[in-house]
């Protein structure tokens, strides 16, 4: 029992440069996430640029 108690408390208490590291983790994270969200951005608005256009090229003009 004293040695599980030992082991909890040591999990608790992280050191600091832990917390530092896991600071940085996060903000790459957060910088990963506003990098895929820019570029999924783009992609929807070409895709709705492009879709107007192609939908634009079937539609019959007189006598066609």
Known sequence: MAQQFAQQQHRSVEPQSQIQEDTQKAARSQEQEDALDAVLDDI?????TDAETYVSSFVQKGGE
């Open 44 to 48: 929807s608005s070409t895709l709705e």
